[in-house]
């Protein structure tokens, strides 16, 4: 598949693009070797930077509805998956720009600037998402904040993050949303589970009824049949009191044993690929 996506990643139209990110656009989540991860990135860089560049940071006059709709996948790619240093750079400035005033970003690209600044931010920035997030009002915009705040990488900064869930500064309902990314990093989904287990009983205190039915997605990002044995048996007994807790549990360890099938039967692939590369 990686050989056959760049004949389709420079098409003009948004669907034929958004299928081949589908395809490639996070290889390095699971599948990739720490050690080919440098080829990947240049691999996503080659196919998508030049569109990226091209559409930009910001809507412009009379473009077109695809151009307008890949925008924020495209530069996701770049910034995210390829790491680029000039679209990391941009993003870094940007964040905090956008967190004292909301003008300085085009709201659909929201998100990939705060995600991209997060996933190479340090204390500080975070402080600044969890305040802006404390203070906004839209709780849509609260939510990307949030999710944001999920892609800092530093495990120090995330245990940090996931013990203000269990305060008051942010409705736990809406602060929730910080779990829904940390599905990129199975370091971080560690901390996250270890944190959760540790906590168990303050998380289920806190969170309205039947919500610690959302508890077992906690371990999502998990790709291997032992940790899906580990989250079926630490939380099959706790969650079936709450009403669909016994059927997230099912969905998380399901799809956590099919990403470990997925990597056995295609990573041998995308690694001879990126070792010609």
Known sequence: AMALVPKFAH????????????????????????????????????????????????????ESDDDRLLRPEVVRAVALRAEDPQFVSRAQKLAPAWLADHQ???????????????????????????????KETDEDLQRIILVGVGHFQNPAIMKVAFSRVLTNDIDIRQSLAIF?????SEQITTVAFDFVKQNYDAFVAKL??????????????????????????????????????????????????????????????????????
């Open 104 to 134: 300085a970003v085009d709201r659909d690209m929201v998100s990939v600037v705060l995600d991209t600044a997060a996933r190479h931010g340090d204390q500080a920035l975070f402080e600044q998402y969890w305040d802006a997030a404390k």
């Open 180 to 184: 829904n990314s940390i599905a990129e």
């Open 208 to 277: 309205p009824t039947d919500f610690g039915a959302l508890l077992p997605f906690v371990g999502f990002g998990y790709c291997d049949t032992q940790h899906a044995e580990e989250i079926e048996s630490y939380f099959k007994d706790r969650v079936e009191k709450f009403a669909g807790g016994p059927r997230n549990l099912s969905q998380v360890v399901e799809a956590v044993r099919l990403c470990s099938v997925n990597k056995e039967a295609n990573q041998p692939d995308v690694v001879d690929y990126l070792t010609k590369y």
């Open 11 to 62: 098409d003009r139209g948004q669907p034929v693009v958004s299928k081949t990110l589908e395809i490639v656009g996070n290889l390095d989540v699971h599948i990739v070797p720490a050690n080919l991860k440098p080829k990947y990135q240049r691999y996503i860089s080659d196919l998508y930077k030049p569109r990226a560049e091209e559409l930009g940071w910001k809507d412009k006059p009379g």
